[in-house]
């Protein structure tokens, strides 16, 4: 594998992060047809690819419909940087040790922030009432994903500097949307507590409870008379 290693590593990485079981489709469907050698063979047995095959056809759909997708995305936050780590494992597995453990914690690594940044922006589009933007948002990623994995197999470099833009990108827009990511999680949770997926955060305790137990609050500060507030210096006002 040599000096590919860590183009090959980074951008399954990426994908993973993105959409795990397109990743593994391109990447094991292309060992079976051609049988690559920078491919691990891993990758192609008949019970990964129809496992990808199911996992695939059903983020397929999850990932089209608003606050299921967030849901998705919640439980695949060990399950996308975990199969970016294995990927990367299983392609410097072919040469040396090291080269596993650099291609597991390149996969993984890239995996975690490419998923980070893709919830990031699904909770931006959710935000919006209708749901054709999830569709093309979604659609998009798939296609953006089958697309430069498979440009990896031939053209590892130029898949990484391709994934590394897409990734910078990504991040960006979840710095300029970053508000109505908030707005977007405190609409889940609210979803969520009404479907029976979270918990309710616990209401205040009575100050009456919290006298009986001797940690009640301690009064407001009463406000600083005219005189103090004039010998206090500028940079002490409040």
Request: charged share 20%; glycine share 8%; no cysteine.
């Amino acid at each position: 594998m040599g000096a590919e290693l860590i183009p090959m590593a980074f951008t399954t990485g990426w994908g993973s992060g993105i959409n795990a079981y397109a990743v593994v489709l391109v990447l094991g469907l292309a060992d079976k047809v051609f049988h690559l050698s920078q491919i691990p063979n891993a990758l192609a047995r008949t019970d990964v690819l129809v496992g990808a095959g199911i996992l695939f056809v059903l983020e397929m759909f999850a990932d089209k419909i608003p606050y299921i997708d967030s849901a998705w995305d919640s439980v695949h936050t060990v399950v996308r940087p975990a199969v970016g780590a294995t990927i990367g494992y299983l392609i410097g597995h072919e040469t040396a040790s090291l080269d596993a453990a650099i291609g597991a914690a390149t996969g993984g690594v890239t995996a975690l922030i490419s998923h980070g940044i893709k919830a990031g922006l699904r909770a931006a589009v959710n935000t919006s009432p209708e749901p054709a933007s999830n569709i093309l948002v979604s659609t998009t990623e798939d296609v953006t994903v089958t697309g430069v994995t498979a440009l990896a197999i031939a053209h590892p470099w130029w898949a990484a500097a391709i994934a590394l833009l897409f990734l910078v990108l990504g991040a960006f827009l979840v710095y300029k949307l970053a508000g109505r990511i908030r707005r977007y999680k405190r609409r889940y949770d609210a979803w969520g507590e009404r479907v029976g997926i979270a918990v309710p955060p616990e209401p205040p305790e009575p100050p009456e409870r919290r006298e009986r137990r001797g940690t009640a609050a301690p009064p407001p500060p009463s406000p600083a008379r005219d005189d103090e507030r004039l010998e206090r210096p500028f940079d002490q006002e409040t």
